[in-house]
Structure formats: C-alpha cells, structure tokens
C-alpha cells in the first residue's frame, strides 16, 4: 500500500476544499481500502468524512426518505419505518456481507464500490477498465460474470442497495465546491461499461455524494429483495432481485422489477414488470415475470447457471414481496 496523507474532515465544506490533486473520499473505507491493499490504487490523499455530521442520519419527509451517505447499512436495515414501509431497502441492506462489515459500510460507500472482477481486482492485470482494450474475463474465468448487456466488460454490479434504490425510483445528490449541487436517478448514476471503460458513475473527482433520497411509495406498495450466492455471507451476490409491487387489492398496479448481478449495472427487468402489470400476483405469474427477467441474455462460456438462478430468485422474490411466500430459506445473508 503507498504513503498517504489522511485529511479528517467535519464539515462538507471542508471536504469538498480537499478534494483535488488526485484526493479520495474516504467514508467507512471497506472499498477504498481493499483497492488500496491489492494495489489497484495509490491515492496521495484520503479525505476522511467519517466524522462529518451533516452527512450522516435517516430523515422522513412528506415526500418520502432521505439517507445521509454516511448511513451504516446496519442502520439502515434496523430502522423501523424503512422496515415498515421500504423492506425492499432493509432486506437488501440488511442481507449484504455480514454484520460487521455493515456496521461499517455506509450507504454511499456502498453505491460507489467497484465491482469485484477478480481481473480488476489484481494488479496483475490491466484490463478495459484500467484504461487496457483487453478484457480477461471474456475468455477466461467468468463465472461470477453478466450474462446480459455487457459489451466491453462484463464484470457485474456489485451494490445490493443500488438494486433496492432502483426499485425505489431513487436519486442521489451530488455536491462539488465549484458547481454547487445536482440530482441524478440512481440509474442514470452508473455509467455502462461500453460508454466509457474506466467510469463507473458520473461522479467527478471533485464531488461528493450528499443525499440519497427516495421517493414515498404509493398506497398498497409492497416490497422485497432477495440475494442467492456461493456463501451463505461474506460474500456478494452471484443473482439478486429486487421486486417493488404496487396493488390494488390482489391486482398489481404496477411493478417494478431490479437485477444486480445480471450485467454491468444494475437493470430494470422491463419485460417482467409488463407481465405482472394489471394481474393478480399467483404462481404463474410469478413464474412468468421470473422467465422474463433473462430475455435477451447471453451467457458467458462459464455462468450459464446463472439463466437457471434468476427466474428462481425473481420468481420467488414477486411473491416474497406480495406476502404470498416467506423470505426463502437458500436466500443468502
Ligand atoms: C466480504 C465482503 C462481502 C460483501 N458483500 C456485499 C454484498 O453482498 N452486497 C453489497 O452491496 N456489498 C457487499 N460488500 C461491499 C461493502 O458493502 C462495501 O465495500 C461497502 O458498503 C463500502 O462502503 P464504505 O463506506 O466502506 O465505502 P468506502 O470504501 O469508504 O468508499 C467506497 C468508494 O466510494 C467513494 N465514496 C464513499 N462515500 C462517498 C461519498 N459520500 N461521496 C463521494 N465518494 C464517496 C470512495 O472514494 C470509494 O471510491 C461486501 C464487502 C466484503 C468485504
């Protein structure tokens, strides 16, 4: 790991006066720190917002929620109105990694984490999203990789709270000293890998994420996250599916439907939405949207099981959300 200077900030202000000449935000360090170890990233500066006070907290509003970045996934998933009112939100907090890291891990540290391609990870390899035109996973070991709308690189969205925060119609504030404050939907917060390899949000170098904020569910919304993996934890997912439902007594109103490890960044499953959409949620149904969710995939020579595992994990999820089915028990986390 290389020399660096650590700069404790307590308010934004004096964050957002730091971030230049090369400087990192820093929240609870999971991420950032393990690129550091393996050597993926040598920044002369962390700035350190641990201790910044105005970015921490979960608030309600008239309008909905709004989550400090600071917010632990561990506070997040124990808070009893998002458990009431968002679950789709506390299950995948709740369910990510393992306790201890979600004591440590905030919410904005979370959206921003790099995806796990073991070819990224290593300092072995400089690929696509190091600035290489060489992509290792393609024809090597791609197991954990996307099986859909992956071109350039298929390494998977990594965030279990991004897949919630889609579900949700969420978007982040993002803060810079010089050009004050923007909105952006959490969708229109990753950039694919294709539009430009070595950005994974539209976050420059000189901001900071200041707000999550989420949007109040419409009456009669249930919701639900489910992760299936290798592990049973300590470890990300190899399929996810989040699952937002709005009903009008036992009719779906409308649905919207969220895939993690699917491909690059995290999808809405449009096609599976459109079959639950003005139908009772039932078995088949169910079973349908699960089927839909893999329209149009391509799996790599190695992860082909992956198109057996998302119908299952989104099928399960429609009617984990609709009350219909408990959390699964091959669930993970
Ligand atoms: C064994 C293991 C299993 C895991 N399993 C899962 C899982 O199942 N699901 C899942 O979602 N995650 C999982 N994780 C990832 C973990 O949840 C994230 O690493 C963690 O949430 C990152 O949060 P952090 O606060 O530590 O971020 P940091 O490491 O501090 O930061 C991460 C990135 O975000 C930037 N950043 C952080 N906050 C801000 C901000 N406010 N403004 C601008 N930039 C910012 C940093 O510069 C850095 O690039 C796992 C991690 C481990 C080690």
Redesign the pocket.
């Known amino acids: 790991m290389n020399r660096f200077v650590l700069a404790d900030c307590t308010t934004v202000d004096a964050a957002l006066s730091q971030l230049k000449d090369g400087a ?12 550091m170890k393996d050597g993926i990233e040598e920044p002369p500066k962390l700035v350190n ?1 641990r201790n910044v006070a105005e ?1 921490r907290g979960i608030r309600e509003t008239p309008q909905g929620l709004t989550l400090g ?2 917010a632990t ?1 561990a506070e997040i998933s124990e808070h009893p109105s998002i458990r009431a009112h968002y679950q789709i939100l506390s299950d ?1 907090c709740g ?4 306790p201890h ?2 004591n ?7 959206l ?3 995806v796990q391609c073991w070819y990224y990870r290593s300092a072995e390899f400089t690929c696509i999203r190091k600035g290489k035109d060489l992509c290792f996973a393609f024809d090597g070991l791609n197991q954990y990789h996307a099986i859909m709308e992956y071109d350039g690189c298929p390494s998977v969205a ?4 991004a897949v919630a925060l889609l579900g949700l119609g969420a978007s982040v504030d993002l803060t810079s000293a010089k050009r004050g404050k923007r909105t952006v939907g959490i969708r229109e917060f990753y950039v694919v890998p294709d539009a430009n390899p070595t950005k994974f949000t539209v ?1 420059e170098p000189d ?4 707000a999550i904020v989420i949007p109040r569910p419409a009456p009669g919304t249930r919701s639900a996250y489910q ?1 299936y ?1 290798e592990k049973e934890s ?4 190899i399929a996810d599916a989040g699952v937002v439902l709005e009903m009008d007594g036992n009719i779906c109103r409308r649905a919207v439907i969220t895939m993690g490890a699917a491909s690059p960044v995290v999808r809405r499953a449009a096609q599976a939405e459109a079959a639950l959409a003005g139908k009772p949620i039932t078995e088949e149904t169910a079973r349908a949207a699960g089927r839909l969710s893999i329209e149009g995939a391509q799996p790599l020579s190695k992860n082909a099981y992956k198109l057996d595992l998302f119908p299952v994990a989104v099928y399960r999820t429609v009617l984990f959300a609709a009350g219909l089915r408990d959390r699964d028990p091959s669930a993970a ?1």
Do not use: C, Y
């Open positions: 990192v935000v820093k929240a609870g360090g999971v991420d950032l720190l393990d690129r917002i970015l970045p600071l996934l995948a369910h990510a990694a393992t890291i979600r440590m891990a905030t919410v904005g540290g979370n921003l984490q790099r990594p965030s279990s709270a976050i901001e900071l994420l200041t992760k993996g300590f470890d990300w997912a986390g």
